[in-house]
């Protein structure tokens, strides 16, 4: 994978941002409950390995990944806090998350017979810990019925599994209207409450719920979009604390001209100026993860919003200037500029998408560079 370390497009990542958030979101927490840190997709377009170190240094407690290879790139670099892998892993692949003391996500009794039949066959004398997810409403994965879930209970209370966890997942925690999530609630409890023993740790919580739902059950919330300083309701409901943007997108312009009234710019010959204009090129485009469609959006420079004049390209785009401007005037295409900001929401929202793409669709290809 290359990365542009000659370039100077950049992410500046904030890592007293990320533990603001941390520390401001367990100053709302029961002191006996745990705070993992959700860092799947390269911890949402910020650097995985950076990220994780950063969030267990600020507090948190285990990390969630989507998938076991993110899980064991975390175990290469030496994390050893508790891991949970919240997607399904194949059953050929989970001795590996056993070896490496992975926690995985099972929402099958399919899946824990099989992975028994192979345990058999090559013995180890570690046991593979096992959260169940339980299904109330996101319809993804988990146990939706009770007779189901009551077999897997008892087979996850026998080698070769630790019953380490019990979970479900909220669609509509980020909502107003509250309805879906109470409904999902009396699944929970109408699955859950006449359990025997419940295992160590039992969470429900993302973001939305650990900032809009407290109290609520378990004792271990999936902190995510929020640890990223970024609303997972975008700019619908307020927080209960200021979160504080991690991540900023910035370059400087490479290229300085003035084209005349009537001609055009960029591919489709799409944009015409409609006086003689100063043209400013920067060197990035949707290769880095900029989306295509924000021909028409804007950029900050000199504490100045400037139009994006002509379609995006791959890895260039055009901004009309207020005037000439050196080769070498700052650029921010998400952040903050002074009194001004440009957040991925505002982004997101001219893309018509959700912050969550914007921020996972950062490209490798741009370099990401640490502060504070
Ligand atoms: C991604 C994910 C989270 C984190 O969600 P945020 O909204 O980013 O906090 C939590 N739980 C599950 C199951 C997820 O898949």
């Known amino acids: 994978m ?3 370390e000659h370039r100077t497009t950049k992410l500046v990542i904030d890592r007293d941002a ?5 520390k401001n979101e367990k100053s709302l927490l029961a002191s006996d409950t745990n705070l993992f840190a959700v860092v799947k997709a390269n911890a949402y377009g910020h650097g995985l390995v950076q990220i994780a170190q950063e969030a267990i240094a600020a507090g948190a407690d285990g990390l969630c990944v989507a998938i076991l290879d993110e899980a064991l790139e975390l175990r ?18 989970a001795a590996i998350a056993q070896q490496y003391n992975i926690s995985l996500t099972v929402g099958s009794v399919e899946w824990l017979q099989d992975f028994q039949r192979m345990a058999f066959k090559h013995a ?10 339980v299904d109330t409403g996101m319809g993804r994965i988990g146990f939706r019925e009770i007779g189901e879930f009551k077999q897997a209970l ?3 209370n026998q080698a070769p599994f630790n019953f380490e966890g019990l979970f479900t997942h909220f669609a509509t925690a980020d909502e107003t209207n509250q309805d879906y999530f109470n409904h999902q609630m ?17 969470h429900v919580a993302n973001s939305a719920t650990s900032l809009w739902h407290l109290p609520v059950t378990g004792n271990m919330i999936r902190f995510g979009m929020a640890m990223y300083g970024l609303n997972p309701s975008g700019y619908e409901i307020e927080t209960p604390f200021k979160l504080k943007p991690v991540l900023s997108l910035v370059t400087k312009i490479d290229f300085v001209k003035q084209i005349k009234q009537g001609e055009f710019v960029s591919y489709g010959a799409t944009y015409q100026a409609k006086a003689d204009e100063w043209i400013g090129t920067i060197p990035l485009g949707y290769a880095d993860g900029y989306p295509r469609r924000m021909q028409g959006f804007h950029v900050l420079v000199a504490e100045q919003f400037c139009e994006i004049v002509g379609r ?3 890895d260039q785009i055009m901004i009309r200037l207020p005037s000439k401007l050196p080769v070498g005037t700052d650029v921010t295409l998400i952040g903050r500029q002074h009194g001004k900001q440009i957040s991925s929401e505002d982004v997101a929202e001219y893309a018509h998408t959700i912050n969550y793409e914007i921020m996972t669709s950062m490209a490798p290809r741009l370099k990401r560079v640490y502060i504070n």
């Open 2 to 4: 290359v990365v542009g």
């Open 18 to 22: 990320l533990r603001q958030n941390i």
């Open 76 to 93: 290469n670099a030496a994390i050893d806090v508790p891991i949970l892998v919240l997607g399904i892993t194949e059953v050929d692949n």
């Open 124 to 133: 180890s004398s570690n046991k593979l810990n096992v959260h169940l997810a």
């Open 154 to 156: 008892q087979l996850v």
């Open 186 to 202: 009396t699944i929970w409890h109408q699955l859950t409450d006449d359990m025997d023993t419940m295992p160590p740790i039992v």
């Open 312 to 314: 995006v390209c791959m």
